[in-house]
């Protein structure tokens, strides 16, 4: 949605070094983000400040960062209220989901302020590791299943709206990092299953007509305010897809 | 699970191969697995790419006997299974609407096809030696299982039924072209003057009911349909409903305690398929109008109601099931000579349902309705009542006429329609090679 797809790899491990310079490029920019969205909460411009977490969250959601694949720095930039003893209140509660509270429930720099420096420390931290984490071979086949499992558990749900509303535009991106995993692995599938990473690309592909039907006037609705007419294509095509992205792990995998 | 990185591309003779070999025909497996990845067969491979509910057009295999005493209901017919067959109403049933998202004709065509063979291949039973259904995505090593496991490895026929309804809505979607296809009196649902619709609980393009014996059968079908379905079909709303044993005997008792379905329809009395002489469309002949109506029955108000009342109000004996003024259940009320209702009050509801006049022996329908419970309401309360489901020829002639004499019954008090929609019970199958629905695309 934002960018071209990456070049298929033509060995797994030349598709584990291109996803991580893609998450690379992804955390840069969402540095940059992080940074513009700091200084229009530390100016009292929430305005400015509510499309610039949508613009960074978006970032994040097209990383894939599907089942907590960066451990507790993940946690700490993308976590939820849920399961903390104080809910939305707890401290334990930081970064983007956090900012998105903040901004749809009245806050200002006085609580956000603090949220939005330690998520740019946090980001950083995480970019700065990157070339030390390690990936095992089997994380790109499960993160092109999961990522679009996590739309359908996490954001269409409606667990992780924090108030914005904006699950569509998450999934949208849920969907581009999807696209560009698989992108990557496409020699790899269709090595295995010749064609079917093209019969996975005609399921997103709908999903992509499905969701830009949602649009009025070129802008997401809020999720839970779209008509049950208009969330059953979108959810029909999400199903649809993931039946056929479960496979791509099991090409993978040697169990018997 | 293992995983191991697959080995590089075309430039290895023989690693792509290599690489499917876990997943190809072996001896632990074979079957279920050679169908999606054949160990590397050109055949085998178009059918994975083709799979999907595409497939579905293969009609399932059928040659596995029944692996149990639970008997099968026969899928194949003149008319669908669940309306007549079994003539014991099964136990269980879950009635299930959805919106299709068929984008055309075609996949609508492959829908009925898939949905076919989904009610063949579950009536019939499913061994877990069988090959996976053609209508299955089929199984990988260290993938996702074709089978729910619900049942256990096997599924039994258990008394299974599915009945496939459309309703006005798949007619009226230019998507679809079946416009001059549309039967006679196949309207949106009738809002009637004690009605409270609840959109959640209406509207939906395409109803399953399926019925069984047990509950874990009627979940598995239902995961199992969905799962064959996703993207075509969107589940729009449900309600499971169990269909007591008899209390002592007879007639099986509603929520309320009285016997329902006492008196009932033969299928000699040519009241409910449409047949050739219908005035319908040729391709609906064999089928039936299916209406069903969530009811809502407020049980702890009629708990504090006295039973005279009850029984005035049913216009039968509670105990017995009887007529007021009979004895047993299958005692014929006399309405002929009760023209003041001095027995059976004017306004029970037995008697404006049916006042057994010739007038209104027509106006008679078939009935294999199921209770519900629900859960609780905003204020405590039991949320539970009837799947009502009738099946007759002519919506307005029998259910619209039955539901008009009806409205302002002294009942009404007691109850609260919620949900419902009208269908066109497809016509039955004759045999594997048929689809139900054929006859739209003719």
Redesign the interface.
Known sequence: MTDSLPAPAQTMDAALTAYRGYVAGKLDTLTGQVLTLKASIGNNDLAAARPQWLDAQLTWQEIGAAYGSFGDLGDAINGLPSGLPRGTADPGFTGLHRLEYGLHHGQGPAELAPVAATLYTDIGALRGKLPSLTVAASDLPIRCHEILEDSLRDNLSGNNDQGGGMALALTAADLHGTRVVLALMATLIDGLQPGYTARVSATLDRLDTALAATKANGRWPVWRAVPLSGRQPVTGALGAALEVLAYVPALFSTDD | ???????????APG??SD??E??AA?S??PRRRSF??GAGSGAA?TA??AT?ITAASRPPESTTAAPAPAPAVAFHGANQAGVYRPAAQQRQACFAAF?V?AKDRAELKTLLRTLTAKGATLSTGLRISDPVPAED?PA?????PPNSGVLGEDVPPDSFTMTVGLAASVFDNPAYGLAAKKPKGLTGMTVFPNDTPDPAWTGGDLLLQLCADSTDMIHYALRDIT?AT?????L?WRINGFHSAPRPSGSPRNLFGYKDGIVNLAQDDQLVWIGKDSGQPAWAVGGTFIVVRLIRMLVEFWDRVGLGEQDGMIGRHRATGAPLGGTTETDVPDYAHDPDGQTIPLDAHIRLANPRTKATDASRLLRRGYNYDLGVDLNGNLQAGLIFASYQRNIQDQFEATQLRLVNEPMTDYIEPFGGGYFIGLPGVADKHGFLGEGLFT
Request: hydrophobic share 40%; charged share 10%.
């Open positions: 699970m293992t995983q191991h990185t697959p080995p590089p591309g075309p430039d690693t792509a690489g499917a876990p997943h072996g632990a497996l999606l990845i491979v994975l790419a999907g919106r998202l995505l990988v090593a260290g993938g996702p799962k996703r993207g075509v079909l969107a729009q």
